[in-house]
């Protein structure tokens, strides 16, 4: 399947391979390859879900409190209201879908992608609590 955008969000590349557009805003599906140590800081949706899905890669989760691992073939859940985070924990580049719902996240993604960290975190943050987007101090 070829995406319907590709977007670089804090350094990684970030694929839309199904819009909200295309579902008529009911989900979003992503495709997320994460250089070693790669991953985004710990954060919380307010509006989202999201289901986590390991193609290739050894990562870890930040979920409830606890990190875990997961390798290829196992799925972790990110639920709204809490914070939570991944990293490539391996040697080499992971791969992982990431479905979204309700849609919504491409568009945010979308925003925050022409911006740098840390030359631009204070646009990235307002971006965020537009969005309903917040990360852990």
Do not use: C
């Amino acid at each position: 399947m070829s995406p319907a955008s590709t977007l670089i969000i804090f350094g990684e590349p970030v694929e839309i391979l199904v819009s909200g557009q295309m579902t008529s805003g009911r989900s979003t599906t992503l495709l997320q390859t994460s250089p070693p140590g790669g991953g985004p800081p710990p954060h919380m949706h307010r509006n989202e879900d999201e289901t986590f899905f390991v193609l290739e890669g050894d990562y870890e989760f930040l979920a409830n409190g606890a990190w875990i691992k997961a390798a290829p073939g196992q799925a972790v859940q990110g639920m709204r209201g809490s914070f939570h985070t991944f990293r490539n924990a391996g040697t080499a580049p992971g791969k992982m879908l990431i479905f979204v719902a309700p849609a919504g996240l491409e568009k945010y993604f979308e925003e925050i992608a022409p911006l740098s960290v840390p030359g631009d975190m204070d646009k990235i943050l307002a971006i965020s609590e537009r969005f309903g987007i917040s990360f852990q101090p």
